[in-house]
């Protein structure tokens, strides 16, 4: 038997201006994917011959244009073309690829390898929590594994899933139903953590349902509101054996899903971004987090917005305050060989700055990918980095030169706090604030999403 292996993913952001290009994604193929994929040795332990597609991931972005979708699309449907007596394909997409003139990236590949393989062909996808599920996507999948974790920490488990559900139908000659129930509501991504009631026994009811045997995979999945596309909204996923018991887990959990709806709150301060300020530059803690939530770089937003170090600046802190990093290639190359201790004058804030170091900037695999360029202001620094970069830990930190336990305020670009910057934060202000990754459904401005749909509308639904 004969297994083909790809990944393909890119999370999109309808109002991010920066489109990821070729070289924004981390690529490999053949053999190499493995570097990345945990899937062979699951297959090969079974007696089933891996054949290794593509393996492309970029950051959160712009929705993916046509010609860089294609460069790998296309690769991949060659690998499915010529092993198209594969008797089962294995990808792992993210699940809310939006492609322009196409739209779901992930259906229309579907689409496409369905056209190539035979009927009996089983395709099984690894997908991300926050996918946003196409009711079309369980006539071309027969098994589709969800993460279970917000924050995400179950990427290799949710592969391994995936890859155990397909061997075993291969080897028993089972051919699993999959049911997608949409779900007709959309929060807001950074107040759904799964540690928490009430998704966590949600999450643990589908562990549950997937002990019994008879139900390969049950999923809950949260949506992607920065998406203004048709199939955006939460959803459920279940695949079993029998098409019935599908469908009727699938609707029992959107139910008890959509009955969850009004119970998502923030579980930190959050508060208008002059709030924020107000409240770190009186705070009493030692050490006090912002995070510019709308401006998030790790949902695909850009990171240029000065409005939080503008109000700081206003503010005047007696204590050293960091915003790290604002994406400013002109400031980073308009002085890249400026000394340090230098005085300079900074266009983009219309001020005198005196630079205080120059460091390097990490990519989400924590290889390096740029230059950055802190300048203080009084009190305040900026780090200012020639590529859209994310402040997720202390490495970040020390690899721009910036010292992160000498800032008593330090504001970065996420939504809530990853867990390598929590130990260093007495105090966490979730400011909300506008942008790409805005959490304030409302001020997005989504069009072309279902209607009606919760927040936006209050209403009765049923499953
Ligand atoms: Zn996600």
């Known amino acids: 038997m004969k297994v083909i292996v790809a990944s393909f993913?890119?999370?999109?952001?309808s109002k991010a201006k920066t489109h990821p290009q070729k070289y924004d994604f981390e690529y490999f193929r053949g053999e190499d994917i493995f570097k990345k994929l945990v899937v062979k040795d699951i297959f090969e332990k079974n007696g089933i011959e891996v054949v290794p597609a593509v393996y492309a991931a970029a950051l959160p972005s712009g929705t993916v244009e046509l010609p860089v979708y294609n460069y790998y699309h296309d690769?991949?449907?060659?690998?499915?073309?010529?092993?198209?007596?594969?008797?089962?394909?294995?990808?792992?997409?993210?699940?809310?690829?939006?492609v322009e003139e196409i739209g779901s990236g992930e259906l229309y590949m579907l689409k496409n390898i369905r056209k190539?393989?035979?009927?009996?062909?089983?395709?099984?996808?690894?997908?991300?929590?926050?996918?946003?599920?196409?009711?079309?996507?369980?006539d071309f999948a027969q098994i589709i594994c969800g993460y279970?974790?917000?924050?995400?920490?179950?990427?290799?488990?949710?592969?391994?899933?995936?890859?155990?559900?397909?061997?075993?139908?291969?080897?028993?000659?089972?051919?699993p139903h999959t049911y997608t129930q949409r779900v007709p509501m959309l929060l807001k991504n950074d107040t759904l953590l799964t540690k928490y009631e009430p998704l966590k026994g949600l999450i643990e009811e589908t562990l549950h349902l997937e002990s019994r045997g008879d139900i390969l995979a049950a999923n809950l999945f949260l949506g992607h509101c920065w998406i203004d596309a048709p199939n955006t909204s939460a959803s459920t996923v279940v695949c079993a054996l029998d098409g019935e018991t599908a469908e009727k887990t699938a609707k029992r959990l959107a139910n008890e899903l959509w009955a969850t709806r009004r119970d998502y709150k923030f579980l930190i301060e959050a508060e208008e971004p002059a709030e924020c300020v107000k409240r770190a530059v009186e705070g009493r803690e030692n050490r006090i987090f912002i995070t510019d939530s709308g401006d998030n770089t790790t949902a695909g937003a850009e990171g240029e917005s000065l409005?939080?170090?503008?109000?700081?600046?206003?503010?005047?802190?007696?204590?050293?305050?960091?915003?790290?990093?604002?994406?400013?290639?002109?400031?980073?190359?308009?002085?890249?060989?400026?000394?340090?201790?230098?005085?300079?004058?900074?266009?983009?804030?219309?001020?005198?700055?005196?630079?205080?170091?120059?460091g390097e900037i990490l990519g989400w695999t924590k290889e390096i990918i740029g230059r950055s360029l802190t300048l203080s202001f009084g009190n305040v620094d900026a780090i200012f980095t020639e590529k859209r970069s994310a402040f997720i830990e202390k490495g970040n930190f020390d690899k721009a030169n910036a010292d992160l336990l000498g800032y008593r305020i330090v504001v970065v670009k996420l939504g809530y706090l990853f867990e390598e910057l929590k130990p260093f934060a007495d105090r966490e202000l979730f400011a909300l604030s506008d942008g790409a990754s805005c959490?304030?459904?409302?001020?997005?401005?989504?069009?072309?999403?279902?209607?009606?749909?919760?927040?936006?509308?209050?209403?009765e639904w049923k499953a």
Not at 75 to 98: K, P, W
């Open 307 to 358: 409005e939080i170090l503008r109000l700081l600046l206003a503010k005047d802190p007696q204590k050293p305050a960091c915003v790290a990093g604002i994406t400013s290639r002109e400031t980073v190359e308009k002085f890249g060989d400026a000394p340090v201790g230098s005085e300079v004058f900074c266009d983009l804030l219309g001020r005198t700055a005196r630079v205080k170091a120059h």
């Open 9 to 13: 993913q890119c999370e999109s952001n």
């Open 75 to 98: 690769q991949i449907l060659e690998t499915v073309r010529e092993n198209a007596d594969a008797d089962g394909i294995f990808i792992y997409f993210h699940g809310s690829m939006e």
């Open 148 to 175: 279970k974790t917000v924050p995400h920490t179950d990427q290799a488990e949710s592969q391994m899933r995936a890859a155990r559900a397909l061997c075993r139908c291969l080897k028993e000659g089972l051919r």
């Open 116 to 138: 190539i393989v035979s009927g009996h062909c089983l395709i099984a996808l690894t997908l991300d929590a926050h996918a946003n599920i196409t009711d079309e996507l369980g």
């Open 439 to 459: 959490v304030e459904l409302k001020k997005l401005g989504l069009k072309r999403i279902l209607r009606p749909m919760y927040p936006l509308e209050d209403f």
